[in-house]
């Protein structure tokens, strides 16, 4: 029988392929795939909590290994090139294909061993580390992982898969196709520092609350697109006043007298503001928001993950309670 010498040495297209099995690794196509769907270098080194010469390293061995540039610069974000994005399609069916395979592999096990990974937006972090403490008693074996960020982090991380289970506010307004399971109530109420002028005043407007000074969260925050949602409603906007990242900065900046702000009350559970912020009586308040349970609609829940979501709904009664003992301190402008 002839062989060709085509054959004998191999096509090259097939020696591309190899050349990429051989020489390409997974944390390089984990760091592909980060990059394009952040749209920066930066971004996807916070992710992978690795620096950016680490990542731009790796990056630069990845383009050696498939020859073509996978990258272009554009202003401070960058695109991939049609290399990249045909790179970055294949590092999503591996990735998939990988965590579809470690589902199957922690049913198999049982609930005895495997891992958890839950996502939560950034209030959600005052009762979820309390739920998943629970959960780990109940199933010691099982390894588990919490990321904490805002809403638009969440959402991004869902879109890549990076989690089992999400814990976030509306749902319906992630732009992804979702299941959703009611978890707990989130409302958002008004607090202002003991001395402000609208302590102890009734019904309140959301007129009369646009002339005072607003903290805000930062872009991005589910708070922040609830309040200004409210505002708009009524053809108005908040007088911002400054932009904080986090629920912590802002009561400490109530406290040192920046301002009022619209928060969850669940940011109140721990601490309460130590004696220093008052819930203003203010109409329309609290808006009334909820927390969900949420994982991409299609996608096959781990024996694990099944385990967690049924464990957390059944502690949604003592989260509540948590929240009503909270809002009774709060109520009538007393003191927290």
Same mark, same amino acid.
């Given at each position: 029988? /002839?062989?060709?010498?085509? @054959?004998?040495?191999?096509?090259?297209?097939? %020696?591309?392929?190899?050349?990429?099995?051989?020489? !390409?690794?997974?944390?390089?196509?984990?760091?592909?795939?980060?990059?394009?769907?952040?749209?920066?270098?930066?971004?996807?080194?916070?992710?992978?909590?690795?620096?950016?010469? @680490?990542?731009?390293?790796?990056?630069?061995?990845? /383009?050696?290994?498939?020859? @073509?540039?996978?990258?272009?610069?554009?202003?401070?974000?960058?695109?991939?090139?049609? !290399?990249?994005?045909?790179?970055?399609?294949?590092?999503?069916?591996?990735?998939?294909?990988? /965590?579809?395979?470690?589902?199957?592999?922690?049913?198999?096990?049982?609930?005895?061993?495997?891992?958890?990974?839950?996502?939560?937006?950034?209030?959600?972090?005052?009762?979820?580390?309390?739920?998943?403490?629970?959960?780990?008693?109940?199933?010691?074996?099982?390894?588990?992982?919490?990321?904490?960020?805002?809403?638009?982090?969440?959402?991004?991380?869902?879109?890549?898969? +990076?989690?089992?289970?999400?814990?976030?506010?509306?749902? /319906?307004?992630? &732009?992804? +196709?979702?299941?959703?399971?009611?978890?707990?109530?989130?409302?958002?109420?008004?607090?202002?520092?003991?001395?402000?002028?609208?302590?102890?005043?009734?019904?309140?407007?959301?007129?009369?609350?646009?002339?005072?000074?607003?903290?805000?969260?930062?872009?991005?925050?589910?708070?922040?697109?609830?309040?200004?949602?409210?505002? $708009?409603?009524?053809?108005?906007?908040?007088?911002?006043?400054?932009?904080?990242?986090?629920?912590?900065?802002?009561?400490? $900046?109530?406290?040192?007298? *920046?301002?009022?702000?619209?928060?969850?009350?669940?940011?109140?559970?721990?601490? &309460?503001?130590? &004696?220093?912020?008052?819930?203003? +009586?203010?109409?329309?308040?609290?808006?009334?928001?909820?927390?969900?349970?949420?994982?991409?609609?299609?996608? %096959?829940?781990?024996?694990?993950?099944?385990?967690?979501?049924?464990?957390?709904?059944?502690?949604?009664?003592?989260?509540?309670?948590? *929240?009503?003992?909270?809002? !009774?301190?709060?109520?009538?402008?007393?003191?927290?």
């Amino acid at each position: 029988m /002839t062989t060709s010498s085509q @054959t004998q040495k191999g096509s090259p297209q097939s %020696e591309a392929t190899g050349r990429f099995v051989r020489h !390409a690794t997974l944390r390089q196509l984990q760091l592909l795939e980060a990059i394009v769907r952040l749209g920066s270098f930066t971004r996807a080194a916070e992710e992978m909590f690795l620096t950016q010469p @680490t990542v731009s390293m790796q990056i630069k061995k990845l /383009t050696d290994t498939v020859g @073509t540039p996978l990258f272009l610069h554009v202003g401070r974000n960058v695109e991939p090139t049609d !290399a990249g994005r045909e790179v970055y399609a294949a590092c999503r069916t591996i990735l998939r294909s990988l /965590t579809d395979l470690e589902i199957k592999l922690a049913d198999l096990k049982g609930l005895k061993s495997g891992r958890l990974r839950l996502g939560v937006i950034t209030t959600a972090k005052y009762f979820a580390p309390e739920i998943l403490g629970a959960f780990c008693d109940q199933f010691p074996g099982i390894d588990v992982s919490l990321k904490v960020t805002n809403r638009t982090r969440i959402i991004e991380r869902m879109a890549a898969n +990076d989690d089992d289970i999400y814990i976030f506010g509306e749902p /319906t307004h992630a &732009g992804l +196709d979702v299941e959703a399971t009611f978890l707990a109530p989130n409302p958002l109420i008004v607090l202002a520092r003991t001395d402000h002028p609208l302590v102890g005043q009734s019904g309140i407007t959301v007129e009369r609350l646009a002339r005072e000074r607003f903290l805000l969260r930062e872009p991005g925050s589910g708070i922040r697109d609830s309040v200004v949602r409210c505002f $708009a409603d009524r053809g108005l906007r908040p007088n911002v006043r400054m932009e904080l990242g986090s629920n912590e900065a802002i009561k400490h $900046a109530i406290i040192a007298g *920046l301002g009022i702000s619209a928060l969850s009350l669940h940011t109140l559970t721990l601490d &309460g503001g130590a &004696g220093r912020l008052v819930m203003l +009586d203010v109409e329309g308040f609290p808006i009334e928001r909820s927390w969900y349970l949420v994982h991409p609609k299609g996608r %096959e829940l781990s024996t694990i993950a099944k385990a967690f979501l049924a464990f957390a709904v059944d502690r949604e009664p003592e989260i509540r309670a948590s *929240l009503d003992r909270t809002y !009774a301190v709060l109520h009538g402008s007393q003191p927290a």
